[in-house]
C-alpha cells in the first residue's frame, strides 16, 4: 500500500493529517471489498485542473477532483488530481468549511475507485451518502 501525496503548479500543500488519511483510506476501501494498491493525491490549482480536464477527458470546465483509475481487480489504484482553488469555492457556495469539502474530495476520489460512480440517474445521492458514510468513519477514529 502506497499512497503518495504532491503538488503541482501554484498549489501549495493542503494542511491535511496524512497519516490519518492513509489510514482512513484503506478502512474506506475495505468496506468496499478493496485493497489499496497506489494512491497518488495531486493537488492543484484551477489552472492545473482545467489544463488536465482538457488534455485527457476533452471538458473544458473547471471541478474539483478529477480521477485517473489504475485498480486492478480488487487493488484499487489511481492518481486523484484536486483542485484547492474549486474545493474552496464550492466550501464557501455550499456553506461548509474548507476542511471538511476538502476530506471530502479526498474520499470521493477513492469511491470512484471502489466504483461508485455519480454521474448517472439516482447516481449522485448513492456516491452523497457513501461520501457522508466514510466521513463518518474518519470522524470515529478521531
Same mark, same amino acid.
Given at each position: 500500500m502506497d499512497i503518495t501525496f504532491n503538488t503541482e503548479g501554484r498549489a501549495q500543500m493542503p494542511d491535511i493529517d496524512q497519516r490519518r488519511i492513509r489510514c482512513w483510506v484503506p478502512e474506506v476501501a475495505a468496506s468496499y471489498g478493496r485493497r489499496v *494498491?497506489?494512491?497518488?493525491?495531486?493537488?492543484?490549482?484551477?489552472e492545473r485542473i482545467l489544463e488536465v480536464n482538457r488534455q485527457f477527458l476533452g471538458h473544458d470546465y473547471y471541478t474539483d477532483i478529477?480521477?485517473?483509475d489504475y485498480s486492478q481487480g480488487r487493488i484499487i489504484s489511481g492518481d486523484l488530481y484536486i483542485s484547492l482553488d474549486t474545493v474552496l469555492s464550492?466550501?464557501?457556495?455550499? *456553506?461548509?468549511?474548507?476542511?471538511?469539502?476538502l476530506r471530502r474530495v479526498i474520499i470521493h476520489g477513492v469511491l470512484h475507485l471502489c466504483g461508485i460512480n455519480d454521474k448517472g440517474p439516482g447516481e449522485r445521492e448513492i456516491m452523497e451518502a457513501a461520501e457522508d458514510k466514510a466521513l463518518a468513519l474518519l470522524q470515529a477514529d478521531h
Open positions: *494498491g497506489e494512491i497518488n493525491y495531486v493537488f492543484v490549482d484551477d478529477i480521477t485517473f464550492n466550501a464557501q457556495k455550499i *456553506g461548509t468549511t474548507y476542511d471538511q469539502e
